[in-house]
């Protein structure tokens, strides 16, 4: 089966001291980045509209080993954590040298164990298509990524905050979810809420976030999200059927020349169950789309 991203992306926040806050400027090293493997070099998204194709777990990240070397190490994609296969893998390998495998109960209790893996866990992707740029989009979801995903949603449902759970998104056939990205980002503290001034300030992502539904006015962009999200799907479960095998799935994750880390992530967890974000705000019952 066919993995369908075209573009593999990280959104960097940053990490401003208290005495640089009200002076720092957003550069090149803040926002949604990807490698441009044609002129071989970092990019950034300067705004997108992320159409969910499917919220996916996965584990990954990367080691420090000398100044300026990294180990990194990425896995497959799943849907299920307590159920779904994952094998992780170096990166840096031709072919890629597998870590472990097993389910992620297993494969965190060995990267613990190991005591060589620290910064490699949990880490939940969105898979999206990109309405602007027409490519598919792989974006590992940052902390602060998240809380703007979960702000946004929340804003536009009967959702409380607490009760989303991203991996969600796609559960409803009928209905794709839209996080329309413009640029904006807004200066958060650690735990995302708005700046104060006290501690490290970080940049996160301004959303506005909604849902198409099948039949409405953008039935043919809703095809083809809802064609994408088959496509992926199939492709995720085809690796299932490769590692239930002892197969290997060898290209089942690419990063396309992250070579460096991006700041440290939480603690790998495994997530809780959590209901099904209730229905957004409605689309097709405007007179166009609000982005």
């Known amino acids: 089966s066919i993995n369908p991203v075209d573009l593999y992306a990280e959104f960097r926040s940053g990490k401003i001291p208290a005495i640089a806050a009200k002076s720092v400027e957003v550069d090149d090293s803040i926002g949604f980045v990807y490698w441009d493997k044609n002129e071989k070099c970092r990019k950034k998204i ?9 919220v996916f777990a996965q584990v990954s990240g990367s080691v420090k080993v000398s100044e300026k070397e990294y180990n990194n190490y990425g896995s497959n994609l799943v849907k299920d954590t307590r159920t779904d296969i994952i094998s992780v893998y170096d990166r840096d390998t031709n072919p890629k040298k597998e870590v472990t495998r097993g389910l992620y109960r297993d494969v965190k209790a060995f990267l ?7 910064g490699v866990g949990y880490k939940k992707t969105l898979i999206c298509y990109d309405g602007k740029s027409e490519q598919v989009m792989s974006i590992i979801i940052s902390q602060k990524m998240e809380a703007a995903m979960i702000k946004a949603i929340a804003a536009v449902s009967n959702s409380k905050p607490e009760k989303i759970n991203l991996l969600s998104l796609d559960d409803i056939s009928s209905e794709i979810w839209g996080l329309d990205f413009t640029g904006e980002l807004e200066k958060v503290n650690t735990e995302s809420k708005p700046y104060d001034g006290k501690g490290d ?3 996160a992502p301004v959303f506005t976030a909604g849902v198409i539904r099948a039949g409405g006015k953008y039935n043919d962009l ?4 809802s064609q994408l999200q088959d ?4 492709y995720v479960q085809n690796s299932q059927q490769y590692l239930s095998n002892g197969k290997t799935e060898e290209k089942q994750f690419s990063y396309d020349g992250f ?9 790998a967890y495994t997530p809780p169950p959590m209901p099904t974000v209730e229905r957004g705000f409605d689309f097709d019952s405007t007179n166009d789309l609000p982005f």
Do not use: H
């Open 222 to 225: 809703f095809t083809t999200v």
């Open 231 to 234: 496509t992926m799907s199939a």
């Open 46 to 54: 300067q705004s997108a509209t992320f159409w969910v194709v499917g």
């Open 201 to 203: 300030m970080f940049f």
């Open 259 to 267: 070579e460096q880390p991006t700041a440290p992530t939480a603690p």
């Open 112 to 118: 613990q164990s190991a005591g060589r893996y620290e």
